[in-house]
């Protein structure tokens, strides 16, 4: 069964970082792309960056988070990381893991990801 498990949230101030975590179970994270996806107060989900499968492209969903996040992963650990430097107060979100059998390429559409970790918070303060 495919288990993802988030960690890393919390509270940080403006301009501060943070990395978040994706613990994988009953996949390896190279055998499929895993994406994250984070939820404002108030607003609907969105995809922030993927990792595709075998090459480990990578891929960011809008300029804002360009240049200030990094996905990564570490095989050995079978993780997959969200680096988030320069955060803003408009970063503050639930962010979730997100994967799907049979998903190899990077995707930004939501709807293409089945499974789903319980997500973290991340508070940027002012």
């Known amino acids: 069964q495919v288990q993802l498990v988030e960690s890393g949230g919390g509270l940080v101030q403006s301009g501060g970082s943070l990395r978040l975590s994706c613990a994988a179970s009953?996949?390896?994270?190279?055998?499929?792309?895993i994406g994250w996806v984070r939820q404002a107060p108030g607003k609907s989900r969105e995809a922030v960056a993927c990792?595709?499968?075998?090459?480990?492209?990578?891929?960011y969903s809008s300029d804002s988070v360009k240049g200030r996040f990094t996905i990564s992963r570490d095989n050995a650990k079978n993780t997959v990381y969200l680096q988030m430097n320069s955060l803003k107060p408009e970063d503050t979100a639930v962010y979730y893991c997100a994967t799907a059998l049979g998903l190899f390429r990077t995707t930004l559409d939501l709807e293409e990801f089945d499974y789903w970790g319980q997500g973290t918070q991340v508070v940027v303060s002012p």
């Open positions: 990792i595709s499968s075998s090459d480990g492209r990578t891929d």
């Open positions: 009953g996949i390896t994270v190279d055998a499929y792309a």
